[in-house]
């Protein structure tokens, strides 16, 4: 009894130094790390590391916040500052370039090739090429497309392109604009990737043929004929490559950063960001291609994907082995009366 009271007293007694002293290493120590700053400011101005190692600790305990969500305790994260220079630095400026660089190919290619013409007649009967679905697909893809690119160009090189010429005013409103439309826009593309691709699937699969066409580089050097089906192996390319594998990579990157309430730290939308930079700027350099193909490249290319019809003679020569199989399914020479569109189409002379 006796015993347990001295112990008592001990311990309250221990509890009492301890709550003195303890406060004084603290602030002995804090004051260890004031001098430090001090001292260091003397010597290099403007170098508050101490501070800012603190602050860069993550979810450490000086760091606490009423606001409850992902990383709301986290003040600086240091990623951010290497995702700002990937971004600004190799993405914007070799991006940039690759873009550059692709368009004046294709300009030297116009240039020195000039158009792909037909080689024989047309004959006046047409063949069937793309249905309304198809069309419907194409454009909607193309369209959505077209935003994104544009948008997405506007947001990653705007300010070094066309902020010295805008000015600050006008400028940040086609900034925001521009930031709008691609996050709403964003969706409609994923959506459209996912039902081009089920239709265009099917005559895209690979086929034996397909090699000769890449033996000879589609005979865009030599300018001969290489037969092909209803796609040919450049085609496919795009189709796989670029529409299929850059379209779900960019979808799925863009969704990580369009829906940033999914629980995704900043980590992952940075390494999104750059991911979606990449495979975007990738994939407009197929686009542009494809464009050029598909427009001032071939002639007659551009009036098949907008009224869903062409003549017989480009059938034959762009696409032979899908001619044939078209004759030999319908029995007879493929071909008939011209649709009310195909026909004005040939009367307005959209010949590309
Ligand atoms: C203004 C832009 C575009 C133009 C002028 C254009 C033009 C064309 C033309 C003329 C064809 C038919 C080629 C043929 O008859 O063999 C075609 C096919 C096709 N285009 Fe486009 N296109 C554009 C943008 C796009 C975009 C952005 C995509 C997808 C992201 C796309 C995907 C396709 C696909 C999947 C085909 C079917 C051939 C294949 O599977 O490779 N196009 N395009």
């Given amino acids: 009894m006796h015993d347990n009271r001295g112990m008592r007293w001990l311990m309250r007694l221990l509890v009492m130094v301890g709550l003195v002293l303890l406060p004084q290493f603290a602030f002995a120590a804090a004051a260890d790390g004031a001098k430090e700053q001090v001292q260091r400011q003397a010597t290099q101005p403007g170098n508050n590391a101490p501070v800012w190692r603190d602050v860069r600790g993550g979810d450490n305990a000086y760091q606490t916040t009423q606001v409850r969500g992902i990383e709301t305790n986290v003040l600086v994260q240091s990623g951010g500052e290497t995702w700002r220079q990937v971004r600004n630095g190799p ?16 300009g030297l290619y116009y240039g ?8 024989e007649k047309p004959t006046g009967r047409l063949v069937q ?45 086609l900034a925001m604009l521009s ?21 265009f699937v099917k005559d895209n699969l690979p086929r034996a043929h397909d090699w000769l ?23 496919k390319a795009w189709f796989w490559l670029g ?42 350099s197929m686009a542009l291609a494809h464009i050029y193909i598909g427009t001032i490249g071939t002639e007659g290319a551009y009036a098949s994907m907008r009224t869903g019809s062409i003549d017989e003679t480009w059938a034959k020569e762009h696409h032979e082995y899908w001619y044939n199989e078209e004759k030999a399914r319908q029995g007879r020479a493929p071909g008939g009366a011209p649709s009310t569109a195909a026909a004005s189409a040939m009367k307005e002379g959209w010949k590309l």
């Fill in 91 to 106: 993405i914007t400026v070799y991006g940039g370039w690759l873009l550059v660089v692709v368009t004046l190919l294709i």
């Fill in 243 to 284: 529409v299929t594998a850059l379209g779900i990579i960019s979808s799925i990157t863009g969704f990580i950063l369009d829906f940033s309430n999914f629980g995704q730290g900043r980590l992952l939308m940075q390494q999104a960001n750059v991911i979606h930079a990449i495979s975007s700027i990738l994939f407009i």
């Fill in 179 to 199: 930031k709008n439309l691609h996050n709403f826009v964003g969706p409609l593309f994923a959506v459209c990737t996912v039902l081009i691709f089920v239709t």
């Fill in 129 to 173: 090429r793309f249905s309304d679905w198809d069309r419907i697909m194409h454009w909607s893809t193309a369209i959505s497309f077209m935003i994104l690119a544009i948008t997405g160009m506007i947001t990653l090189f705007g300010k070094y392109v066309l902020l010295p010429v805008f000015g600050y005013t006008l400028f940040s409103w």
């Fill in 112 to 119: 020195v090739k000039g158009q792909i013409k037909l080689h």
């Fill in 213 to 235: 066409w890449v033996r000879k580089a589609g005979g865009f050097l030599s300018g001969e004929h290489v037969p092909s089906g209803r796609f040919n192996a450049g085609e």
